[in-house]
Structures are given as C-alpha cells and as structure tokens.
C-alpha cells in the first residue's frame, strides 16, 4: 500500500498502469475505466505515454484514481497489466513500480522485460488472451478493464452502463460481447490478490464532468467569449481546436482551419480587428513561426489570444511528451519592446478558469496573451466538480461614436485607448505594424516612438490583476516556499500537504501570471520566506531565471529541474524538502 492510501488527509488512492502496444486497445480501457469511476462517485486523472510512431508502437494508460480529487500521478504505481510488452521498455522510467507493486502479464506476451522485473514487483500470470478468446468477439482490453475493476474494489454495474454507453452504435452483439469478457476479467480478479483497494464513495458523482485539459481550455476561451478561432493542427493542441470546433456554432461563433501557422495567426488578427475576440492554438514549433504576426498584434493593439499547447522541444522535438520550455519564447520571443501577457493554468480544472481570465486580459488590454499549457495537461482527462463561473466585467474598450478629432493610439493614463471598430462611421484609422503617432499614422520620430512604448507598457505593467496572478496555498507565514508554475503544481501541493501532515511548516506559490512581472504581489506572497525553491520541468532552468531576472528574492533559493518526458512526482518534493531543512 503506497504512502497516499494510508494518508488520511489525501483520500485512498489508486494508481494504474495499462501498457500494450497501439491498436491493442489500452487507451480504450483505460477510458472506460475512469468513466466508470466517475459514475461510481470517485474522482480520477488519466495521462497517457506513446511513442512517435504515426501508428503502432508502445503506448500506456495511465490512471489515478480515488475518493478525493486528483490532479497529479503518485509516486508509484501500484498495479500494471500489460496485454503485450512491445516497446514497454521505453515507458519504463514513466512508470515507476515497487516492492509492493504488482505486474499482471498473459504468459503468452513473453517475459516481463528485465528493467520491470527488477522493481522487485510482484508478478502474477493471467491468461489474458485466452479469456478473451472464450467469449465470441472477445477483446483483451475487455478482460483488463473488468480484472482491473475487480482487482481495486470497483463493481461490475457501473462498467456495464458505460459498455452499454459507448457500444450501442456497435449492436447488440458487441454489448453483449464486451459484457461477457469484462465480466470473466472480474472471475479472474478473484484469484489475484490486489495490492490495494479503493475506499467506497461517499456519493454518487453524476454531477461531475469528465475533461481534458485541452477541453477545458477551450471551454474556458469560448466562456470569456472567444467567437472566432483559426488555426492549425499540430500535438499536442489539436483536441483544443476538436472541442471547439462543433461548439463555436452553438453561440454565434466561427472556427477555420487554416493553411498553416502563418495564416492562423494573422486571420485572428484580422477577425479581432473586426471586433470578434479571437484566438488560435498551437504547440512549440507553431509559436515559432508566429511571432512576426504576434508583433504585428502588439504594436497595433488588436487583442488576439494564443493557446500553446507544449511539448518537448526543440525543433520537432517530442511531440508526444510534455516539457515547461516555450516559457522563454512565450516571454522573450518577440523582437523589439512589445509588452504582452503570458498565462499558465495550474490544473486540469484550472485549465477552464485561467482561458477564460486570459480572455479578459486581452481584451480589456487590448494586447496579445499567450497561454502556456502543455502535453501532460492537455491530453490529461480527469473528474473534476464543476468550475465556477467567474464573471470578469472589463471588456474591450470601444469608441463607438468618433469625433472628428478621434485619434485610435491617444496618449491616456492607463495606456488603454478606445478602439473604432470597422464601419464606424469617423473611426477610419491606420492599424499595421509601422510604429505610429497618435492618430495612427506612420511616424519616425523619437516622441511618437517614445511614447507608444510608454502606452503599450504602462496599460500592462499597471493593469489590476488581484488575486489571480497566482495560486497561493499552505502556511501563510512559512519561511519555507516553493514557487512553481503549470502542471507541476499540484505535484509540488501533494508534497507540502504531506510534508505538513507531519508537522513540517511550507507554503506553495504557484505563478498563474509569468509575464509581466508584479514585483508588489510577488514580494507580499514571499514576505518572511527564508528558503524557496523553484521548481519546474526545464533543462535550462528556465522559469528560475525569469523569476532572478524580474524579482528580489528574500532568501536562500535552489531550483529543482529537470527536462522532459519524466514528469515531477510528490515524493520528489518532499525528499528535497526534508533534505533542505537537515542540512
């Protein structure tokens, strides 16, 4: 039994591992699997590893489930079923087992491979292929997700509802089918003895949603009123741009596929110039390549929201494996001075809060956003409760009634000016990405270039972002912090909340705001800090260089990184926590 089942303050959990090779279906069950969770009132989080084939190749479902919500992997799993072991030592490092783990494996896949076997976990032989043969139109993935289910204390009803759910286009038949061999993995699961059972719900969770990060996401922007989208598919941001698609219609919106990165960029530039809050999503290589048109959005101050979805980079990278290394270019990558806002949700759930806060960033500042997601929270799904709708009453500021006089980039105390949209009749103006004077017209001189920077600056820099520019949570006056952005926060909040069950005082801040700075809020949030460490998935330590470059830090700080594909784990946390405080 792992350490999170027997802390109380957590909730028991579970964590599985379902491995096969692609087409075997593990992605399948593992889906059903949390489904079928959330209608037995548990929570749950789904990651999944794959290697770079197009098709084929080693894949993994990677499950936590429990009585509590969950937003991070645990430490270890505690049970892996594989159908075969196709490239399953290339995931090996993703899938940490122990001692008290237990490997489930069809004697006819072969061996379990060297680099599993020397976990110490216990190994048990299944006839995985076989049962599935004994039920006409039998699946392996069916006999997986019912001996799963049996094995962690689940009943069969809820797996049949969700069989009978996702099945009926299929036929009859196939119910039937799927049925028969779910219900001989559960036969099967009785002669296993499990690692660990899942505690009962306390109540039915049908009032959850099920959501991926890149869902959520766009949930979030369509919630803030994004009512154009154009972009581009690439991994991982490319399910953003599924789940908006068939649900910008529902509210007056449009999405397009544009032709490349390129065209995606500038036609939301070209529909917010219009007057529709725009958007586009991307991943790393696809930023890349907007940046000139970026520019172009910051210098005419029309609003456009970027969603990048990161992967391990550079180049083509890793495109199926996460990484927190577009902070630089999401920050730095544009030439010239040209203030803009970066984001980064902390969660799955939070994905819906922080898209549709970015929406209101952009548009009541008139500038460009750029959210920093990435593969692991993208292509995450979990069981969330469902999020509040906070509603932001700024809105972009529109001049709809010019007088003769109107002048698109006036000089003003907060840098925002109104903005004439097209047709108004009077609001003619120039908008391109010549510097300007205050009416819009090209200017060389260094007055009008002076104080177009001091505008665009001064409408980010002392804009009001309260409470939101950061995740604040643990001992208020700990002199132990640890500062950290993205999907690995709630990793980093796992660690202090088991750190404090044990008496040990430390607060998280977790960055929601990355750029720009607000060197007030931050240095109220550290007050009294003592020892901070960053933390964060970057090779290079990207987010800790930031955060030296724009910010006094009060105390002793270390930085604890490391690249991808290796996500950062709870326990990671709290033994270089334990080791900080010895020394």
């Given at each position: 039994?792992?350490?999170?089942?027997?802390?109380?303050?957590?909730?028991?959990?579970?964590?599985?591992?379902?491995?096969?090779?692609?087409?075997?279906?593990?992605?399948?069950?593992?889906?059903m699997m949390l489904e079928a969770a959330t209608k037995a009132g548990l929570y749950g989080l789904m990651t999944r590893t794959v290697g770079p084939q197009i098709r084929g190749g080693e894949a993994a479902a990677l499950l936590r489930l429990a009585s509590q919500p969950v937003h991070n992997v645990n430490d270890i799993f505690d049970i892996l079923v594989a159908v075969d072991w196709k490239g399953a030592e290339r995931f090996a490092a993703e899938v940490p087992l122990g001692p008290d783990s237990l490997i489930i494996t069809d004697p006819a896949a072969g061996d379990v491979p060297e680099i599993l076997a020397a976990t110490g976990a216990r190994i048990v032989e299944v006839p995985l292929a076989e049962l599935a043969a004994s039920v006409e139109g039998g699946r392996e993935n069916m006999v997986i997700l019912g001996l799963v289910a049996g094995l962690i204390g689940l009943t069969e009803d809820p797996i049949y509802k969700i069989i009978d759910k996702k099945l009926k286009k299929k036929g009859e038949a196939?119910?039937?089918?799927?049925?028969?061999?779910?219900?001989?993995?559960?036969?099967?699961?009785?002669?296993?003895?499990?690692?660990?059972?899942?505690?009962?719900?306390?109540?039915?969770?049908?009032?959850?949603?099920?959501?991926?990060?890149?869902?959520?996401?766009?949930?979030?922007?369509?919630?803030?009123?994004?009512?154009?989208?154009?972009a581009y598919p690439i991994t991982p941001?490319?399910?953003?741009?599924?789940?908006?698609?068939?649900?910008?219609?529902?509210?007056?919106?449009?999405?397009?596929?544009?032709?490349?990165?390129?065209?995606?960029?500038?036609m939301a530039i070209g529909a917010s110039f219009g007057g529709r809050p725009s958007l586009t999503a991307t991943s790393g290589?696809?930023?890349?390549?907007?940046?000139?048109?970026?520019?172009?959005?910051?210098?005419?101050?029309t609003p456009v929201m970027v969603v990048n979805v990161m992967r391990g980079g550079p180049s083509t990278g890793i495109p199926t494996k996460?990484?927190?290394?577009?902070l630089n270019i999401a920050v730095y990558g544009l030439h010239g001075d040209a203030p803009h806002i970066v984001t980064a949700p902390t969660s799955v759930e939070d994905c819906v809060f922080t898209a549709q806060w970015t929406v209101h960033l952009t548009e009541a500042m008139q500038t460009v956003s750029i959210l920093l997601s990435d593969q692991f929270m993208g292509q995450a799904s979990a069981v969330i409760d469902p999020p509040a709708n906070i509603s932001f009453m700024a809105q972009r500021l529109v001049e709809?009634?010019?007088?003769?006089?109107?002048?698109?980039?006036?000089?003003?105390?907060?840098?925002?000016?109104p903005m004439a949209l097209p047709g108004t009749p009077g609001g003619q103006y120039t908008a391109d990405g010549l510097e300007h004077n205050p009416k819009g017209l090209p200017s060389t001189m260094m007055e009008d270039h002076r104080d177009q920077l001091d505008k665009r600056d001064r409408k980010v820099a002392g804009f009001d972002y309260g409470d939101h520019w950061a995740d604040i949570d643990g001992d208020e006056d700990s002199e132990l912090v640890v500062l950290t952005w993205g999907s690995t926060t709630n990793a980093v909040r796992e660690g202090i909340n088991r750190l404090r069950a044990e008496g040990i005082r430390c607060k998280l801040v977790a960055m929601r705001l990355l750029s720009p700075a607000v060197p007030k809020l931050f240095d109220a949030a550290l007050q009294g800090a003592k020892r901070i460490l960053v933390v964060e998935q970057s090779h290079s330590?990207?987010?800790?260089?930031?955060?030296?470059?724009?910010y006094d830090m009060p105390g002793e700080t270390r930085s604890f990184h490391r690249a991808g594909p290796l996500i950062i784990r709870p326990g990671e946390i709290v033994d270089t926590l334990k080791s900080w405080r010895v020394q």
């Open positions: 039994m792992t350490d999170d089942t027997q802390n109380a303050s957590q909730g028991a959990s579970v964590s599985l591992a379902l491995v096969g090779s692609g087409g075997a279906g593990v992605m399948t069950s593992g889906n196939a119910v039937t089918a799927s049925r028969a061999t779910v219900h001989a993995g559960f036969r099967a699961a009785e002669d296993v003895t499990s690692p660990v059972k899942l505690a009962p719900a306390e109540e039915e969770g049908k009032d959850r949603w099920l959501i991926s990060g890149n869902q959520a996401t766009g949930f979030g922007a369509l919630r803030g009123g994004i009512r154009f989208v154009a941001a490319t399910e953003v741009l599924e789940w908006m698609s068939p649900n910008l219609p529902k509210v007056g919106g449009t999405l397009v596929q544009a032709e490349d990165e390129l065209a995606s960029i500038n290589p696809g930023l890349s390549l907007m940046m000139e048109g970026i520019g172009l959005a910051v210098a005419s101050e996460s990484e927190q290394t577009d709809n009634e010019p007088t003769e006089e109107y002048r698109r980039y006036a000089v003003t105390a907060s840098g925002i000016s330590q990207q987010f800790y260089k930031l955060l030296r470059a724009n």
